[in-house]
Structures are given as C-alpha cells and as structure tokens.
C-alpha cells in the first residue's frame, strides 16, 4: 500500500492553513521549531493555538513578526537564504521548486523574468516560514503522494502592492492552470499565492483520488471568518487500497473537424488544459466529402465533461460532441529532484509491475538546459540518470 494525502480545499488553501493542517496531522511541533531555528531568518516568532471556525475545530499558525515594515525580495535573494540555510536538503530543495514555480507565474503575469520579479506579500517573512515550515511538515511525514480537491474561486477583488486585482489573483491562477476551479464560489480571496505554490512545490495531482483507508485528519484554521463556511483546509491521510492506485475511469472525448485552419488548435489546446483535460491529441484523417481534416481527441475526468467541452465549443468549428467512458491501468508515481552539474532537474520516478523503478526526467527542465547551449538531450538524459542511480 502507498501513503497518499487529500488536501480537501473546501474553503481554499493557505500558507499558514496548509502548515496548521500538517500540524494538526502529525503533531511535529517540536521537530519544526528545531528546524526553523537553521533559517537564517529573524523578526519573527511562531504561534501554534487550537481554534475554531464555524464549529469545526483545528489548529491555527500565526507567524508575529517585531515590526509590521513590509519587505521587498527578489528570487535571487530569497534562493540563497534558503542555501545558507541549515533546513533539512529535502525541505531546503522543496521550498525553492515552490518559490520558483511562484517567480515563474508572477513573470508571466507581469511581462519580465522570474529574476526580476518583485516578491511583496510572498517574499516577506510570514510568507517564507509559511511555506519552510509546510515543506518541512511535508517532507517528516515522508512526501507522500498528493490530490486535491477542485478549488474555490472566490469572488470580488483582493488588495496587493500594485493595487486592486481580481480573485483568483493573476499569479496564483497562472500557477495552477490545469486545475478544476469553481468560479465565484466564496466570498474574497480563497487561494493565496502562498497556498498554490505550495501544492505545486507538492507535485499535487487534481485527479480523483484512489481507494484509500484513512488513517488520520488533520484541521487547518484561518484567520479570517467567512460567512456561512467553515475557514479551514482539511488534509486526509490514508494508504491505497491495493492495485487501487493502478485503476481509474477518465472520459475519451472525441469530435472530427475539417473546417478549421490548424493555427487555431494551439489556443483551443491551452484552454482544454486550463480547464482540467488530462491530455489533448490531434490526429489527421480523411473526412466526408473526401477532405482531410483532424479528429480532436481529449481525456478528461467525468466531473470536467461540461467545462472541456465548452472549451473547444468556443474555440473551435465543432457543433458536436462524442465522448465515452475509458478504464485505464497506470504505474504508480511519485516526483523527486535531483541535483545534477547543470543544475537541479526535477523527475518522475514510474514503478514497474516487477517492482523496478523507471526514472523519467521533466522535459521542460532539460529543455531549459539544451535552450542554454549546456548539454544535448541524451548528455542530459544520461547526467540525471546517473545522479538518480546514485
């Protein structure tokens, strides 16, 4: 059986709700402040409290920093706070893919470089012991394997230090295209930039969950009381059914278009994504009328059936529709980092039904790398395999 979390994100997901969670879960108190003792971070203290919200008990995190004067960083600098540190290799590494998975979000919003970019409300201090302290809670547990529920889009607008922005902010909506949202559900900002990075730096999948045998439940309490809902993230632990996680039911959608100029299919595939497909093809055929033509074929959850299609109603020639219910077998996986003299590459490590274990480089990692004139695509494959074999 394999450990798995469920991050359930009935009223979003935090920061500090997701380090409470964690808390509330497996009760490391004590093996959190020792670690944050080797952050070279001052300013602040940590408040750990039971709380309440809407009958529904939990933990509660506040970060108290000795003075209010807000903080400017860039990556750069928060990069080598985080090196010199002395956390845990695995907490110090996650925290970094988290903030630099933010930096990227935040630089495509904005138009410039993820080194240039301006971290306000993150790159202070409660933000960064938010997400150490989250990472290191993830990683005493044993980083397991992650899913999260569909997350609430809020509603109304949220301040920042460039004024007033929408809800979902820009950056955090950016962060987790891919994930099922449920727009104007909740009232403010439900997801903090602090809590998307966080799910990212967790490799969180959005798919249904496997089986599971629950063997703990961890209660993180916000701050602010919402009307009508509980405030609090609520992570489940549990262990898979056996072969459970090998098995799940997605939905094949299918439609055949030969009237459509192929420029098109680029936008109409960001947006299936963007709205929770699994994967997206397009393959060529011969139509009616003996025109040449493609046959769009998109997986995605049953639950995600409406928003797709509406996708590629809007963005392509299609007036009709096919889809099917399709079982699928799949390796069991689970996402690690490692470290490699072009630098860090992040993988995915497949177990084969004989027990071995395939490790599987992220593309858009060596991609950067052969982009940069470093390495070719098989110097890479072969530097990552041999740090991973080590």
Known sequence: ????????????????????????????????????????LRGYSLSVERASSSGMAGTRVTVKLSSRKGSTRH????????????????????????????????AKVHGTTKEKVHFHEVGATDAIVDIVSACFLFDHIGAPGVF???LPGGSGQAWSSHGKIPVPGPATLSLLTGAPWRFGEGDGELVTPTGAA?????????ERP?????????IGVGHKEIPGRAN??????GETV???LGHDRVLEVEANIDDMS????????????????????????????????WVLRILCPEERLEIVSAAVFSLSTAIGLRYHACDRLKLARRSGTVETRFGKVRIKEAELPDGSIRPVPEYDDVRRIVRAGKASFEEVAWEVTRKWRR
């Open 242 to 244: 056996p072969d459970a």
């Open 262 to 293: 192929p420029q098109r299919f680029e936008v109409l595939m960001e947006r299936a994504f963007a709205a929770g497909a699994l994967d997206v093809a397009v393959l060529p055929a011969m139509m009616k009328k003996n025109r040449p033509g």
């Open 75 to 106: 990556l750069p600098g928060i990069v080598s706070l985080l090196r010199r540190s002395k956390l845990p290799a695995g907490t110090r590494e996650r925290a970094i893919v988290g903030f630099e998975r933010l930096a990227e979000a935040e």
């Open 198 to 206: 966080l799910l990212r730096a967790f490799d969180a999948s959005f």
């Open 1 to 40: 059986m394999s450990r798995i979390l469920y991050f359930d994100c009935f009223s979003g997901i935090a920061g500090d709700m997701t380090c409470a969670a964690l808390l509330s879960l497996m009760g490391a108190e004590k093996d959190l402040r020792r670690a944050l003792r080797g952050l070279p």
């Open 210 to 218: 496997p089986e599971m045998v629950v063997r703990g439940v961890g």
């Open 148 to 150: 999260c529920s569909p």
């Open 232 to 237: 609090v993230l609520r992570v489940v632990e």
